[in-house]
C-alpha cells in the first residue's frame, strides 16, 4: 500500500476562493481523522470519520470548513471562502480501530494570500 | 475531553547526552499513548507506543514510561544523534476513543 495520499501537496490561493484538500486512506482502515498544525496552535484535529460516517466534528474552527467521506478510499476538506488566518499545514491520517497506530499523508501546505 | 499537556516545548542537548520529554494527561480512562516523530517538512509518524497495562516499553535507544496513577508518561532518548533533531509529539487515547495530541517538543541534537 503506498500509505496516506493527500493533494495537492502545496497550494496557494487568494482570500475568498474555495479550496479542496484531498485524501486516499490506507486501504482497510476503518478511522479517518484531518488534522491542521500551525506554529501556535500545534496539532489541531479537525474532525474525524468512522466507516465514512463523521463522528465529531466539534474542531471545525468555523461553517466556513466542511468535510465529506463518499465512500471508504476517498474524503475531502473545503474552506469556502478562504481566509489568510486558515494558512496551515493540513493533515489527513487514517487507522485501524482506533488503537492503533493513525498513519499520516504527507500534508498539504496552504497559503490564503 | 481529554487534556494533554506536554514539556518542554523545546529541548537542545548535546551529541550523546540523553533527551526527555514528559506529557500529563487529564482522562483516567485513557489506556493508549503513543509518542510520533515528525521531521522538518514531513509527516508525524509512530516511533513507540505504550498500552495501560504496561509501566515501561524500551525499543533500542527509546523508550517510554507511563504512570497510570500521576496521570503522566514520558519519552527517554539516549545516546542522542544528530538525526534525532525533530518534533516529537506524544497522544493520549482518552474516552472520547482518539487520540488527543500534546503541542509538540522541537528537540535539537548539536553535533
Known amino acids: 500500500d503506498a500509505g496516506v495520499i493527500q493533494s495537492p501537496r502545496h497550494e496557494v490561493t487568494e482570500m475568498g476562493q474555495e479550496v479542496t484538500l484531498r485524501c486516499k486512506p490506507i486501504s482497510g482502515h476503518d478511522y479517518l481523522f484531518w488534522y491542521r498544525q500551525t506554529m501556535m496552535r500545534g496539532l489541531e484535529l479537525l474532525i474525524y470519520f468512522n466507516n465514512n460516517v463523521p463522528i465529531d466534528d466539534s474542531g471545525m474552527p468555523e461553517d466556513r470548513f466542511s468535510a465529506k467521506m463518499p465512500n471508504a478510499s476517498f474524503s475531502t476538506l473545503k474552506i469556502q471562502p478562504s481566509e489568510p488566518r486558515d494558512s496551515a499545514v493540513y493533515f489527513c491520517?487514517?487507522?485501524?480501530?482506533?488503537?492503533?497506530?493513525?498513519?499520516f499523508g504527507q500534508g498539504t501546505r496552504l497559503t490564503v494570500v | 475531553g481529554e487534556n494533554v499537556e506536554q514539556h518542554p516545548s523545546t529541548l537542545s542537548v548535546q551529541e550523546g547526552d540523553s533527551a526527555v520529554i514528559k506529557c500529563t494527561y487529564s482522562?483516567?480512562?485513557?489506556?493508549?499513548f503513543p509518542w510520533y516523530k515528525q521531521e522538518l517538512g514531513k509527516r508525524p509518524q509512530l516511533i513507540i507506543d505504550?498500552?495501560?497495562?504496561?509501566g515501561e516499553k524500551k525499543d533500542q535507544r527509546i523508550a517510554v514510561t507511563l504512570n497510570k496513577t500521576a496521570k503522566h508518561f514520558s519519552l527517554h532518548i539516549t545516546e542522542t544523534q544528530p538525526e534525532d533533531s525533530a518534533v516529537y509529539f506524544c497522544a493520549a487515547k482518552g474516552g472520547s476513543y482518539i487520540p488527543t495530541f500534546g503541542r509538540g517538543t522541537s528537540l535539537i541534537v548539536h553535533p
Open positions: 491520517a487514517s487507522s485501524f480501530r482506533t488503537n492503533f497506530e493513525a498513519f
Open positions: 482522562d483516567s480512562a485513557s489506556n493508549y
Open positions: 505504550i498500552r495501560s497495562n504496561v
